[in-house]
């Protein structure tokens, strides 16, 4: 148990729509990082975000955006869905913004885009 | 080439059998992590290193940083050790990650 909850766990929308995914961190991590599995391989990094401004974002189109909130929730959103946008997403929360803090990861969302 | 590369890809052991699994990755960091991860998604986190060796329960990591390397290694091996293990380097912030080593513990 991380103390990191996602949801949905499982979505499915069509190619064009908009989702927003959800994570709640644990209490007091202050830094949440979004990343997309797509099946078989390993995480790719979306964004950051500490103290709910967007600390640093990988190889990602405007289309993904987040927001972190003070009550340490935090948002996925994902406009103009593509059928390539199909993967897990997961959020891992930390202490803190560098790479070395222990990561907590949540179960993931599962997206389908048909 | 990828910035971190695991091998093997997959590994099919005995119950009992001392597991390794490696990690090289091409760039500097300040960090490597070994996680886990299970059917379903959840993933755990088992390491964090900077250098030298560390151990937990059966489960023991090193990394050599001048030679960009690491491993993962897992004494007396059993069947709930199953799962994908993925190796992660960071420099100051972003981490990128392994495709993972699918690791198959037979009873």
């Known amino acids: 148990e991380t103390g990191v909850t996602q949801s949905p766990t499982h979505l499915i929308k069509t190619r064009g729509q908009q989702v927003t995914l959800r994570c709640s961190s644990q209490?007091?991590?202050?830094?949440v990082s979004w990343y997309q599995q797509a099946l078989g391989q390993g995480p790719q990094f979306i964004f950051q975000y500490y103290r709910e401004e967007e600390n640093g974002r990988g190889n990602f189109p405007p289309r993904f955006s987040g927001l972190q909130f003070p009550n340490y929730s935090s948002e996925l959103n994902v406009n103009a869905l593509e059928l390539d946008d199909s993967a897990l997403y997961l959020c891992?929360?930390?202490?803190?913004?560098?790479?070395?803090?222990?990561?907590?990861f949540g179960s993931g969302t599962q997206l389908s885009v048909l | 080439k990828n910035e971190v590369e695991q091998s093997p890809q997959n590994l099919t052991a005995q119950e009992g059998e001392f597991i390794t699994i490696n990690c090289s990755y091409s760039v500097g960091i300040s960090a490597l992590h070994w996680l886990q991860q299970h059917p379903g998604g959840g993933i755990v986190s088992l390491f964090m290193?900077?250098?030298g060796k560390k151990k937990h329960g059966r489960l023991i990591a090193t990394i050599n940083i001048q030679e960009k390397h690491s491993s993962l290694h897992i004494t007396a091996s059993h069947p709930r050790d199953s799962a994908v293990y993925i190796c992660?380097?960071?420099?100051?912030?972003?981490?990128?990650f392994g495709t993972g080593t699918r690791l198959t513990i037979i009873p």
């Open positions: 891992a929360s930390s202490l803190g913004p560098h790479s070395w803090e222990k990561l907590f």
């Open positions: 992660a380097v960071g420099g100051n912030e972003k981490l990128t």
């Open positions: 290193l900077s250098s």
């Open positions: 209490s007091g991590h202050n830094t």
